[in-house]
């Protein structure tokens, strides 16, 4: 069979494509095993006091081409996810795994096919949407002053922005087990993630033992699609601000994505005022 040089081994078929896969999860495993690092895993019902981080968003997106189905097979994968989580502690050194934490999804375990990313492209796959749950998790962190070890990005124009643009909203991705979500405690006290449903809505906060001197703000400059070939795609550039909260001065602004993703939906529903 031949095939285009540039092609990828795991773009060859389906069958290439499952086998590059778990090349790569036994790659992890190995990684996880013999990588030295301690990863969180205690859990408690009993609340940090300080909330360092809040966030909630709506669990079902509708719309034209949005299959209804996926969504409510989403919320459940998200459900099932966030009692895995919920109630994390992370102890000084400590680094948290979205997947060490989750698991492997499987049918057994409850989960359904949802949206995923393949190829640049959106198709039904098992356990699709907990990359809502891990962007949700990353605006929490990237509102805090906890380091990110690892990070992955999809488009962050899967779905037209619901009211408000929200920097971060979307463009998290997650895989088993191999493209993680990972943060580190660098500070000297415990921290604790929460993360739960509540009709249709996903609701996030992080939390610690006493208040932090800095707040963290996400600023998003330069916002607008761009049409690129037969393509569109969303442009902008964010930042992380941390204010001092005792004066209210910036005291440092960091770039932490220089955005240009791939419209995911119906180009018809681009606001017009916004392409350049």
Known sequence: MLWKKDKLFCEINPVCYAISEQKEICKRNLKNTFGNIRFAKTVKEERLPNVVSAYHSGLIKKGKGIDPTLQQNKAVNIALACNKINGIIIHPGEVFSFWKTVGKVTRRKGYKDGRVIIFDKLKPGLGGGLCNLGNTIHWL????????????????????????????????????????????????????????????KLYGELRSESAFPYRF????????????????????????????????????????????????????????????
Not at 142 to 149: A, G, K, Q
Not at 232 to 257: A, M, W
């Open 141 to 200: 962190i990237l509102h805090s002053p906890l380091e990110i070890t690892e990070f992955h990005s999809h488009s962050d124009a899967l779905a037209p922005d619901e009211g408000k643009r929200v920097p971060f909203r979307a463009g998290t991705s997650v895989c088993y087990n191999y493209i993680d979500y990972r943060f580190k405690n660098n500070t000297d006290q415990d921290i604790q993630l929460l993360v739960w449903c509540d009709e249709e």
């Open 217 to 276: 703000e996400l600023v998003e400059e330069d916002h607008h699609f761009h049409k690129e070939g037969d393509k569109y795609y969303r442009i902008s550039k964010i930042y992380k601000n941390t204010i001092e909260k005792s004066t209210g001065k910036i005291v440092d602004r960091q770039l932490v994505l220089d955005n240009h993703s791939e419209v995911m939906y119906d180009y018809t529903l681009i606001p017009e005022e916004l392409i350049r």
